[in-house]
């Protein structure tokens, strides 16, 4: 399955689902976009350290700084209007 398949399955599902629910008032959709990183296998046990290390490491850099950090670094082209509307 490709990544995009995936991403529109459970974009399209969990608001599915979250609308039936009715969590929230209106109705609830997904911005256009996303972002997919991939990891070896070999560096899982980092993956799980830095997940679990999440909420020290944010009170240093936003998500958001860390993000765009990301794309930089790895020198990511990127379109400005699909990265996150961010509410700070």
């Not at 999440?54 to 930089?72: G, N, R, T």
């Amino acid at each position: 399955m490709s990544v995009s398949d995936m991403v529109r399955d459970i974009k399209s599902n969990s608001s599915l689902f979250i609308n039936q629910k009715k969590w929230i008032i209106g109705k609830f959709n997904w911005q256009d976009g996303y972002g997919a990183f991939t990891y070896s296998k070999s560096q899982i046990d980092e993956v799980v350290k830095y997940i679990l290390n999440q909420p020290e490491h944010h009170k240093k850099k936003s998500f958001k700084e860390e993000y765009l950090d990301i794309l930089k670094k790895w020198d990511m082209e990127y379109d400005e209007k699909y990265v996150f509307e961010w509410y700070d």
